[in-house]
């Protein structure tokens, strides 16, 4: 399956800040065929610092997307049967617009210019989106981490625009301890002097901050299992009888490639806005109370999270399971079983898929 | 209880490298008194960046020891019965020898021309001292999380010279992910540009990249149950109606300012060594086993951890206890309740009071 990505470019958006955007480019793929009726589409939603490029084989990378083995014939979200959508996020640098996107006021990079941007404007800029493609009701909307956010208001602010929603270890609003592992990315950032107040654009950008982002980021989604497994105490170039101190364990040679390696693929102020946005949703923010939000929604909810994951813990699943079912939602939740810490929900396919492949064969049923 | 901080100087000290450094500054602190036949000295040993001062008003400072809840009259160490010697470790800046100080051969500071050091190393150090106060048998070796770790090599290496040893909220080897939490704080220093090779004194020092693995460090130390409940989701500082990237959540003040507040306090070149030597650090090396290793000791154990310390879990505790258990160890283990993370054993400490000083009464009845 090639695929190839695509950009629609909207007029304006209005931010939930009041501040309007113009132009506003979104990059996104599709993947099956939109039936007639178009009731068979459904929105995937990226995590953190995921992009559009979701599922099959870009033909310019030649690179899998990242959810592939969850998208396509056969799979969870079976492409014979749906439609799939996915987009990459406002704030991005994966082709929608963000501050590394050309300010039409100033001809020259927003930088930190752009506008303060939340989860609701991602999903509002993806509502204009998805009308663009006409259709006025998705079967579903997932996706993990991040992307659960995007989910949830889905399902809040548009509730008759969403059939089923598929939360995956995610939480209605970040925990102290979320925040403060952002924030140690943000500072890791706006430490290095190559950050230069966002200016970096046509310069040398904040490797080096950006990377240790990366690398304390890495830590939280793997679990403190997973990285026994992976690496132990296992030394990579150790030689010498005594210790020297370069003696380098494996883990260590893995975090700083795996953060020299994002450097070339996502932008630092790019990093900043999304991580603020996440950090700022809250759910509840304009209810009363969290179970009053999710009222709003008319959508199946299937809740997943797994035993591992520590960043984004069952008991901020279990939170918004209680929530529904305190108003009557139709809420089916899955704790899953895995090592794999807060990465189960891109590699635990097994279970996924059965999950979603019998939950969403139902909702298609009952919609058609 | 006005406290002064003492230092000796040692001509040399074999490390187990094979270097040999010359000479050697120990700072320390006693409180109580050494009795006539010398049985009653209890060594505490610090944790990554503590000093030695544990107890007490400092008279330069006045500042309170870093375990000043447990030591002094009445208290777990009781100084009315028992004499505590503290001190910084090898390795530190806080007037033990380490890469701050001046290296004779050049007449500037070692830096990373600073040799390799060992968690062994340290111990070796503080047995120089403990002889040089004329003490032959310690009562008990004391310390939580890196000094639990020193507390291990003093039974292990020594076995004569301790008769009680408590390793609290610790490991006998670092996991991948406590590994890889300390590479993130290294990382950060060196990005600094600042760092400059180790190569700061006299200049400016990489304030930005050690403050970022401060704030590392912090979130690694609280649990997330005890920053829901110290900080929330609150703001610090939100006026306006629409989110502002300006918008600040007190944990992210708070995070930041206790980074800044390292700095002054805390020496990057210092942090380098110290965590690699943490790292490193693998009780059962030299030994087939970690059952092994332990069965040289011939100390009474009391193995303490916390229900809530994610960075050294209890299940490294329990490693220990059952590695003790196997071979026929003396070992008392006690998990203890607590919200406050990894800070526990320098906050709890009712429950610590009571079982420690049950446990040291007894050591001393049997060894007087």
Known sequence: MIVETRVVQFDSLTLDSGIVLTPVDVAYETYGELNPRKTNAILVVHAFTGDSHAAGIHEESGKPGWWDNMIGPGKAFDTNQYFVICTNVLGGCRGTTGPSSIDPASGKPYAMNFPMITISDMVRLQKRLVEHLGIQRLLAVAGGSMGGMQVLEWAVRYP??????????T????????????????????????????????????????????????????????????????????????????????????????????????????????????????????????????????????????????????YQSLEMVSALRSRGGDVAYCELSSNY????????????????????????????
């Open 341 to 368: 810490g807060h990465d189960a929900f891109l590699v635990e396919v097994g279970e996924q898929t059965e999950l979603i492949r019998g939950f969403l064969k139902r909702v298609y049923k009952e919609a058609a």
């Open 160 to 169: 008759d625009a969403v059939a089923a929603a598929f939360p995956i270890a």
């Open 171 to 314: 939480t209605a609003r970040h925990s102290a301890q979320q925040i403060a592992f952002n924030e140690v990315g943000r500072q890791a950032i706006m430490a290095d002097p190559d950050w230069n107040g966002g200016d970096y654009y046509g310069t040398k950008p904040p490797a080096r901050g950006l990377s240790v982002a990366r690398m304390v980021g890495h830590i939280t989604y793997m679990s403190d299992e997973s990285m026994k497994e992976k690496f132990g105490r296992r030394f990579r170039n150790r030689e010498a009888s005594a210790f020297t101190f370069d003696d380098e364990f494996e883990v260590e040679s893995y975090l700083r490639y795996r953060g020299s390696q994002f450097v070339d693929r996502f932008d630092a102020n790019s990093y900043l806005y999304i991580t603020k946005a996440m950090d700022i949703f809250d759910l509840a923010q304009g209810f009363h109370s969290l179970p009053q939000a999710l009222e709003q929604a008319k959508a199946r909810f299937l809740v997943i999270s797994f035993t591992s994951d520590w960043l984004y813990p069952s």
